[in-house]
C-alpha cells in the first residue's frame, strides 16, 4: 500500500458530463502528481501541486482542472467529457520536487 | 521522437533468468531516474530511485544509469513468475516533472 488514496474506483459517465476525482496523498508529503494512463498513450503528466499551489503543467486539457486544498488532499475535474477520455486516472505524491513519486491505485472512468 | 524510448516488449523469460530491462532517453538535461512496477489495474509502484551515474542495488533488483550514453537499465536476478508485470522507466528533470518510457511487459514462465 502506497498510503496514497484515490476515489472513486470506478466511474462510469455520459459524454457532455462532468466528474470530480479525489485524491489523498500519503501523509507529510506535500506534493500531487495527476497523470493519465490510456492504451496507446502510456502515463500522461497533466498537473503538479505543491502545497497548494500549480507547480507544473503537462498536456493538460482546458476543460480538466485541478487544485490542492489546504489539508493537501487534490481534486482533478473533467467536465464535457468525450469518449477519448475514458483512461485510467493516477495521482501521486511526493515529499518535494525531486523526490520519488508514490502512486495511488487510480480512477478508472469510462465515458459513454 | 520521444523523449523516453522504451521496448514494450512483451519479454518472455523462463524463472530464474536474469532479465534486463532498458530505456534510453534524448534530454540530457534529466537528473533523475526511477523504475516502477505496474501490475495490471493496480498504480506504478517505486522499485528503484536514482541520480547518479554507476549502480545501484536493492536485494534481486540493480539499476544502472549511464548519463554519457543517455541509457538507463534495470536487472532483475532470479525472476520470479510474481515479478511479471509491466516495467516502467521514468525521468525527472530541473522542472520537476517525471516523464515516463512506455513501459515494457515482462512475463516469467514457471
Known amino acids: 500500500d502506497s498510503g496514497v488514496t484515490q476515489t472513486p474506483k470506478h466511474l462510469i459517465t455520459a459524454t457532455g458530463q462532468r466528474v470530480t476525482l479525489r485524491c489523498s496523498p500519503r501523509?507529510?508529503?506535500?506534493?500531487v502528481y495527476w497523470y493519465q494512463q490510456s492504451l496507446d498513450q502510456g502515463l500522461q503528466f497533466l498537473i503538479q501541486?505543491?502545497?497548494?499551489?500549480?507547480?507544473a503543467k503537462g498536456n493538460i486539457l482546458e476543460r480538466f482542472s485541478a487544485q490542492q486544498f489546504p489539508d493537501l488532499h487534490s481534486e482533478l475535474n473533467l467536465s464535457s467529457l468525450e469518449l477519448g477520455d475514458s483512461a485510467l486516472y493516477f495521482c501521486?505524491?511526493?515529499?518535494?520536487?525531486?523526490?520519488?513519486?508514490?502512486f495511488g491505485n487510480g480512477t478508472r472512468l469510462t465515458v459513454t | 521522437q520521444k523523449e523516453v524510448e522504451q521496448d514494450p516488449g512483451p519479454l518472455s523469460v523462463p524463472e530464474g533468468a536474469i532479465v534486463s530491462l532498458n530505456c534510453t532517453y534524448s534530454?540530457?538535461?534529466?537528473?533523475?531516474f526511477m523504475w516502477y512496477r505496474q501490475y495490471s489495474r493496480k498504480g506504478p509502484e517505486l522499485l528503484m530511485y536514482?541520480?547518479?551515474?554507476g549502480n545501484k542495488e536493492d536485494g534481486r533488483f540493480t539499476a544502472q544509469v549511464d548519463k554519457s550514453s543517455k541509457y538507463i537499465s534495470l536487472f532483475i536476478r532470479d525472476s520470479q513468475p510474481s515479478d511479471s508485470a509491466t516495467y516502467l522507466c521514468?525521468?525527472?528533470?530541473?522542472?520537476?516533472?517525471?516523464?515516463f518510457g512506455s513501459g515494457t511487459r515482462l512475463l516469467v514462465r514457471p
Open positions: 501521486a505524491s511526493s515529499q518535494g520536487s525531486n523526490s520519488p513519486l508514490h
Open positions: 501523509s507529510g508529503d506535500l506534493s
Open positions: 501541486y505543491y502545497n497548494g499551489e500549480e507547480r
Open positions: 534530454n540530457s538535461a534529466f537528473q533523475y
Open positions: 536514482t541520480y547518479s551515474s
Open positions: 521514468a525521468m525527472m528533470d530541473s522542472s520537476y516533472k517525471l516523464i
